[in-house]
């Protein structure tokens, strides 16, 4: 495992990082067993992945807290959120601080090291900034989180609005972004100031549904090029990233996504999810091999720099077979 400092406070983490949430939520969203989760877990924490990234809202911080039970506290780092909006109204601070207490009783610890503002849209920025942080500085004081971070919500926010304010703030150490091979524009919006500032940065969507559903990239190619914003050629082909896959480049359409995103400047922890012991491995091989040719991350850029919006659909039930 590789890993890399997250934050101006020398939090060291793991670069590749377990998300218990997205589509997988650890295996839970397919039927699996809490026992086959709590493995999960434990497996990646086998392979040194040290970061684990859940949400009250996922309903896997009691697995994770099992499954880092016995686990010594200062080896894993665990990152958890509260959502913050009851429709387009800012939830008030007691209840965001009591759903605090809730993760802290589910994961089985005193304190996170990570707590997020969840899934913040731009309009309740200011709100967020002037009610709840007040209320989490106080509970940072009594030692119940140790870093504060704040996440967008990708699908609504695509043009990351909300981090463009947030990473000028000093109150934030970790930011959670939308990042991936077809939405790169927070190469120019949020990465020159989180490096800037010293900002930690959790990458999201890396993966995701566009490149791991099948005929989902395709789809999307095609609209894409009927809406004329790539080459209409590749609207037209089965496999429209197969220029990526060939000896001494990538492996799979997959592999190519973790390593885009791994190396790009300004990215500190790429996060994926997994309910399969296999995927997981293949994850975070990915995750630490070396980077993609030059030509191809040229080719990348070229193709889909302009892009915004693309593949940042929420978690899709799953089909029932």
């Keep these: 495992m590789e890993y890399t400092i ?24 397919d039927g699996h067993s809490r026992a086959h989760s709590v493995g999960i877990v434990r497996q990646a924490l ?12 996922y309903g896997t911080e009691a697995i994770v807290g099992e499954a880092v039970s016995g686990t010594r506290r200062e ?9 913050v909006a009851q429709g387009d109204e800012l939830r008030p601070a007691a209840e965001v601080v009591a759903s605090l207490e809730s993760s802290l009783r589910e994961l ?13 849209p731009p ?20 030692g119940k989180l140790d870093h504060l971070g704040i996440t967008e919500t990708g699908p609504f926010d695509p043009q990351h609005r909300m981090l463009e304010q947030a990473v000028q703030d000093p109150v934030w150490e970790v930011v959670m972004l939308a990042f991936h ?10 990465f020159p100031h989180t490096r800037a500032n010293g900002v930690g940065t959790l990458l999201m969507f890396v993966v995701r549904s566009l490149f791991s559903r099948p005929g989902r990239l395709q789809d999307t190619m095609r609209q894409l090029a009927e809406e004329g914003r790539v080459p209409g050629s590749l609207g037209e082909r089965d496999d429209p990233l197969g220029f990526l896959v060939y000896e001494g480049g990538a ?21 994926f999810g997994t309910g399969d012991p296999d995927h997981l491995e293949r994850n975070i091989r990915s995750i630490l091999a070396p980077p993609l040719p030059i030509a191809d991350v040229a080719r990348l850029n070229e193709l889909f720099g302009a892009l915004e919006g693309v593949g940042l659909d929420l978690p899709q039930p799953r089909q029932k077979s």
């Design 6 to 29: 997250l934050g101006r406070r020398g939090l060291r983490v793991s670069v590749a990082g377990l998300g218990c949430g997205g589509n997988s939520r650890l295996g839970q969203a």
């Design 108 to 120: 089985r610890t005193e304190r996170v090291d990570i707590f997020h503002l969840h899934a913040v």
């Design 251 to 271: 492996a799979s359409v997959i592999d190519a996504a973790y390593r885009y995103a791994r190396h790009e400047p300004g990215a500190d922890v790429i996060l």
């Design 75 to 83: 080896q894993v780092v665990i990152s958890t959120k509260a959502l």
């Design 123 to 142: 309009a309740l920025y200011e709100g967020v900034r002037a009610t709840l942080l007040p209320a989490l500085l106080k509970e940072r004081d009594k």
């Design 46 to 57: 086998d392979q040194g992945v040290n970061f684990l990234d859940t949400a009250a809202a």
């Design 181 to 190: 091979m077809l939405n790169q524009n927070a190469r120019a919006k949020v």
